[in-house]
């Protein structure tokens, strides 16, 4: 393991008070060495009590009281602040519906070097032996426009140790702390819930950094807990969910999200391709 003095873990929590508690008291028996970790939690105008709880039960935990607009990208956003100015050599961004094990972060750290970003084996809490996130690979050519979830489905048996990917997401990302004064913070104003973290690992990715998804670094995810299309819910929520504020199918958030990284010869022939793709699938009901 590389020697790291301080790493910073940045939370952003709603509303999960009893789920949130668990992984607190996972961190913070880590098994780290000579690292220190600080925890950094900002609450988004919770209901269930998640303030006083963090208050009583984990003193030493950063707390950032939020208000209820404060969606995923500000809310981590203003974690992420704390945890750069304390100086962090490494930052990792968590979710609030996760659990991991003792050395969950030791596994990561083996692996850390300044030109990599890491990302951790997402699996479902409920089935832990197969593969719900090992990273994404984008092709952009029009005609097959889609985005590939590595070996989502497969058992973690036959995955291999590091997995190359072209993009993470903010469920248990390493950063080294150069990194945020390069690129800046997750985009807040274009992408409020969904996809800034996409976006600024994609960024990165093309600026030369090395992203790879560790596979001894498991976290559990209570996967029915996290947001996505409610297309499983019939035709009419699913087209409801293309144009909700909250929903990662969200047309507008995907055309940004073409508009800033697709090539310059595909992206407005790939507006078109994901708008169409979205619509046309209303009609497999």
């Not at 699996?123 to 197969?130: E, G, K, L, T, Y």
């Not at 903010?170 to 800034?196: I, M, V």
Request: proline share 3%.
């Amino acid at each position: 393991m590389n020697e790291i003095q301080t790493l910073g873990v940045v939370i952003p929590t709603f509303n999960r008070c009893q789920i949130l508690r668990q992984l607190l008291i996972d961190l913070e028996s880590q098994e780290l060495g000579i690292t220190k970790i600080k925890i950094y939690v900002t609450d988004s105008g919770s209901s269930d009590k998640t303030k006083l709880m963090i208050i009583n039960e984990f003193p030493n935990v950063v707390f950032i009281e939020g208000t209820s607009d404060w969606f995923w990208s500000r809310a981590i956003n203003a974690a992420l602040r704390r945890a750069i100015n304390d100086k962090n050599q490494y930052i990792l961004t968590l979710n609030d519906d996760l659990r991991v094990e003792k050395e969950y972060i030791k596994n990561l750290l083996k692996y850390c070097n300044p030109s990599r970003i890491l990302g951790s084996l997402v699996v479902d809490i409920n089935d832990r032996n197969i593969v719900n996130y090992a990273g994404t690979k984008y092709n952009w050519n029009p005609w097959n426009l889609r985005s590939y979830a590595l070996f989502k489905g497969e058992s973690i048996a036959g995955i291999p140790e590091l997995i190359h990917s072209h993009s993470l997401t903010g469920r248990g990302t390493l950063f080294p702390y150069e990194f945020f004064n390069k690129f800046g913070l997750f985009e807040e104003d274009r992408y409020p819930q969904y996809g800034s973290d996409e976006s600024l690992t994609l960024k990165a990715y093309k600026s030369g950094y090395v992203l790879l998804v560790i596979k001894p670094a498991i976290i559990y995810s209570f996967v029915n807990l996290t947001g996505g299309s409610a297309r499983s819910n019939g035709k009419v929520n699913y087209l409801k969910d293309l144009f909700r504020f909250k929903s990662s199918n969200n047309i507008l958030y995907s055309t940004r999200f073409i508009l800033q990284h697709s090539p310059k010869r595909y992206k407005y022939a790939n507006v078109v391709v994901n708008i169409l793709k979205k619509l046309l699938l209303t009609f497999k009901w």
